[in-house]
T-cell receptor, first 114, second 114 residues
Framework: AQSVTQLDSQVPVFEEAPVELRCNYS??????LFWYVQYPNQGLQLLLK??????LVESINGFEAEFNKSQTSFHLRKPSVHISDTAEYFC????????????FGSGTRLQVQP | NAGVTQTPKFRVLKTGQSMTLLCAQD?????MYWYRQDPGMGLRLIHY???????AKGEVPDGYNVSRLKKQNFLLGLESAAPSQTSVYFC?????????????FGPGTRLTVT
């Protein structure tokens, strides 16, 4: 069994400030890690993923996340946020066995203020 | 290439009524999933399918049934709707191949049961 914990349900931040959204996971098997973003009244879009290789992964819009196996974390960061980054962010894990379905965290609502 | 589509987008039901949600994907994906999203709980897996003619239970299957008669379609049925099934329902699909773990999500169906 696996679980994902997103420690912050809401993160308010001012435009151009840095932000970190925290994600910790628990699993008895190896997992792959994802961040999905959900803009208001829309479906989920993949933001970035860690499958293997470099533990630092980046998205095309300036977000990055670092896989830390010893701390079982996959925190999401952006050095300077924009109003358009306002959305809900979900951390998720998947294992290579069985149903290969995502296990999601409860989500973090990022609110970027001018 | 429409990706993953869901029908309908919105629905209001009375307690005890039945309905079917349709999910269609045009990416020739083997895996398909139904999730429900509730505030503060992230997305939870209802049922999934690893191929045409096969279905299996997820975390929260009670009160729902599914069918996958065609590879491109995955139907979610509510036989007797209850207020606890008020939620946003997302369908997703993914490719079977090794190393391909990304799931593609539909836009969601917002269901209210009164």
């Amino acid at each position: 069994a696996q679980s994902v914990t997103q420690l912050d349900s809401q993160v308010p931040v001012f435009e151009e400030a840095p932000v970190e959204l925290r994600c910790n996971y628990s699993s008895s098997v190896s997992v792959y890690l994802f961040w999905y973003v959900q803009y208001p009244n829309q479906g989920l879009q993949l933001l970035l993923k860690y499958l293997s290789g470099s533990t630092l992964v980046e998205s095309i819009n300036g977000f990055e996340a670092e896989f830390n196996k010893s701390q079982t974390s996959f925190h999401l960061r952006k050095p300077s946020v924009h109003i358009s980054d306002t959305a809900e962010y979900f951390c998720a894990v998947i294992s290579d066995t069985g149903r290969r379905a995502l296990t999601f965290g409860s989500g973090t609502r990022l609110q970027v203020q001018p | 290439n429409a990706g993953v589509t869901q029908t309908p987008k919105f629905r209001v039901l009375k307690t005890g009524q039945s309905m079917t949600l349709l999910c269609a994907q045009d990416m020739n994906h083997e895996y398909m999933y139904w999730y429900r999203q509730d505030p503060g709980m992230g997305l939870r897996l209802i049922h999934y399918s690893v191929g045409e003619g096969t279905t299996a239970k997820g975390e929260v299957p009670d009160g729902y049934n599914v069918s996958r008669l065609k590879k491109q379609n995955f139907l979610l049925g509510l036989e007797s709707a209850a207020p606890s099934q008020t939620s946003v329902y997302f369908c997703a699909s993914s490719y079977l191949g090794l190393g391909s773990y990304e799931q593609y999500f539909g836009p969601g169906t917002r269901l209210t049961v009164t």
